[in-house]
């Protein structure tokens, strides 16, 4: 048996292990991704269902009857059982569990303590509801670097959440004590008005509490009212806000720092690619583009909308302080009148010109720039210099450039 045939055993399993490995590969790249957020998601959803699960027999024989007040108290000592809260809750921070949001992480973790504990003193013992709210909270504590998320989407999971509550909990709570209000609470729209106009803080005076059970149950519900509507315009409301002003400083910012840089005029495809070229070589380049305008630019593009040949837009770009104005719009018209603009601006300030029609060359050369750049000519000239096997250099591409050339 020679030494090649001792080695093809091993390449035949090699080459059968290789789909194996490339298989496990991608599973473990998809783990570290993605794979302990959609676990704890996964564990969240299991346990919320497992808490709910058990009333929906009840929940649905008393909705077929929701107009018969008995049955609608029937529906309110079921589902104020805080075990039907933590069950939707935890499905609902099952998605901000997905987008690794912190807030979901946070509130899933006390969601998951309470259903333990809820689960060991209502079953007596450590039944499967028990043993998935202990795994969940291993695995949030395990790998609770993986949720650093900032995300307004599990804001509003939260917000949607509390108010939901708070509105569920109002509705039978005055159903409860329907007999202690003046007139007295017995159908579910009444409920509901009156529950609005209570967490509202709004108080008509149309319906009064009069027994000590109802005006305590009011008092919880303007306090927890209160309490809801301030938490969740501080989640969501205030990531906007505190959006809007850290846009405004750093325009701010950016208008103090635009110094020895570029300035582009325009969103022409060739305003692009000059920008993205700049952009590779690490040069700072800021854009002025048309506010009616779809600009090409990525967010992280420094932008600055409104009209090139206004002094105000000229100078929020920082075109006395740049190194040079590229004028690259669409029309050539607005070229020139930038170029204009631009040089009663700043003087001193290099001024580029491109020219989209080469007819128009003549033309864009009385408002003077230092340089012209005409795709069209430049291009021709080289395409036929190319074919009769002319030199170019760089005196050949500097006398298309410069507009005394031409």
Not at 138 to 145: D, F, G, P, T
Not at 229 to 235: G, M, R
């Amino acid at each position: 048996m020679s030494a090649g045939d001792g080695r093809r055993p091993g390449r035949r399993l090699r080459a059968l292990l290789q789909p194996v490995q490339s298989r496990l590969g991608s599973l473990r790249r998809g783990w570290a991704s993605i794979g302990p957020q959609a676990l704890a998601a996964l564990l969240a959803a299991l346990a919320g269902a497992m808490l709910v699960r058990p009333q929906f027999a009840h929940v649905a024989g008393s909705l077929r009857v929701l107009n018969d007040p008995q049955a609608v108290l029937g529906l309110a000592d079921l589902l104020v059982l805080p075990r039907v809260l933590l069950g939707l809750g935890l499905v609902l921070m099952s998605f901000g569990l997905l987008a690794s949001a912190r807030l979901a992480w946070v509130i899933t973790l006390l969601l998951s303590l309470l259903g333990a504990g809820d689960a060991l003193v209502s079953l007596h013992h450590t039944g499967p509801l028990f043993v998935m709210c202990l795994l969940q909270l291993a695995v949030l504590l395990l790998w609770a670097r993986r949720f650093n998320r900032s995300s307004i989407a599990a804001g509003s999971l939260f917000a949607l959440l509390s108010i939901g509550s708070l509105l569920l909990y109002g509705v039978l709570g005055s159903l409860w004590f329907g007999a202690g209000y003046a007139p007295p609470i017995r159908n579910l729209g009444t409920a509901l008005y009156y529950s609005v106009e209570t967490m509202s803080t709004v108080g008509y005076g149309d319906i009064v509490p009069r027994s000590p059970h109802a005006r305590m149950f009011t008092v919880s519900l303007i306090v927890l009212g209160i309490s809801v509507f301030a938490t969740t315009l501080s989640l969501i409301i205030g990531p906007v806000i505190g959006g809007s002003i850290k846009r405004t400083l750093e325009g701010r910012m950016h208008k103090q720092q635009r110094r020895n840089h570029y300035v582009i005029l325009g969103i022409s495809a060739l305003a692009y690619t000059t920008w993205k070229a700049l952009q590779q070589r690490g040069v700072p380049v800021t854009v002025v583009v048309s506010a009616a305008a779809n600009s090409p630019f990525p967010p992280e593009a420094d932008v600055v909308v409104g009209d090139a040949s206004s002094d105000e837009v000229l100078e929020q770009a920082g075109v006395p302080h740049a190194k040079a104005v590229l004028t690259l719009r669409e029309d050539d018209a607005e070229n020139a009148f930038a170029v204009l603009a631009v040089k009663e601006l700043a003087p001193g300030v290099k001024t580029i010109a491109g020219v989209n029609d080469a007819r128009h060359v003549a033309k864009i050369r009385r408002v003077q720039p230092d340089m012209l750049f005409a795709p069209q000519l430049l291009g021709s000239d080289l395409l036929v210099r190319s074919l009769f096997d002319e030199p170019i250099d760089n005196q050949t591409v500097a006398r298309l450039l410069f507009a005394d050339s031409l």
